[in-house]
């Protein structure tokens, strides 16, 4: 089967551009999170759903980035105006029930760069 | 809020040595214990893990970790490397009992020499 899959796997982009990252999470995974990862850093937890219901966004840094999984499956990160300092690793996992109860399975990342 | 201390950035090692790495991790309450692995090129995957039990844990690849409660602290080990462990290995924790995000250490370096 299918694991996580990320697209685009790199994004370069100019200051002030918004950009989107999708993630496919592994088909009949009820939870899904966002992780950001710097370089050097392990990664740091943006925000996580439970299929369509995004329970906790507390790790999102501005109010530049945006989450959405509105079929309970696909998630979208959105980042408005992208900044210099938004240039990371953006890691999408999943696991099949309750969230930090189980295994995550990660995908390959998005390398996000800012110019 | 738990936190994750991996002491440990960079470890060098010839093949056949043993291997230890570090994990502290800061939380009052009962937690689950993880440890991922990043091997080069690939995605990050879980090595091993401890929900309850039995304090000494087995995984993948002859690693075990153990659940030091006293010290708060849940090292990996592995009595011979070999090549092919050259990763990038991160210990992780959460609270245990429903949601609960996971909390990552900044990670261990590991090159095995040939």
């Known amino acids: 089967g299918a694991g996580v899959s990320q697209s685009p796997r790199y994004k370069v982009a100019k200051r002030g551009q918004d950009v989107a990252l999708r993630c496919d999470p592994i088909?009949?995974?009820?939870?899904l999170f966002w992780y950001q990862q710097a370089l050097g850093q392990g990664p740091e937890f943006l925000t996580y759903f439970q299929n369509e219901a995004q329970l906790d966004k507390s790790g999102l840094p501005s109010d530049r980035f945006f989450a959405e999984r509105p079929e309970g499956s696909v998630s979208t990160l959105k980042i408005q105006r992208t900044q210099q300092e938004d240039s990371a690793v953006y890691l999408c996992?999943?696991?099949?029930?309750?969230?930090?109860?189980?295994?995550?399975?990660f995908g390959p990342g998005t390398r996000l760069l800012v110019l | 809020a738990q936190s994750v201390s991996q002491h440990n950035h960079h470890v060098i090692l010839s093949e056949a040595a043993s291997l230890e790495l570090g994990c502290n991790y800061s939380y009052g309450g009962t937690v689950n214990l993880f440890w991922y692995v990043q091997y080069p090129g690939q995605h990050l995957q879980l090595l091993l893990k401890?929900?309850?039990?039995?304090?000494l844990v087995k995984g993948i690849k002859g690693f075990e970790a153990e659940f030091i409660k006293s010290k708060f602290s849940f090292n990996l080990r592995k009595p011979s490397v070999q090549w092919s462990d050259t990763a990038e290995y991160f210990c992780?924790?959460?609270?245990?009992?429903?949601?609960?995000?996971?909390?990552f250490g900044t990670g261990t370096k590991l090159q095995v020499i040939p």
């Open positions: 401890y929900f309850s039990g039995d304090p």
């Open positions: 996992a999943s696991s099949p029930g309750l969230a930090g109860q189980e295994t995550q399975y």
């Open positions: 088909s009949g995974h009820v939870s």
């Open positions: 992780a924790v959460n609270p245990r009992g429903g949601y609960q995000k996971v909390t």
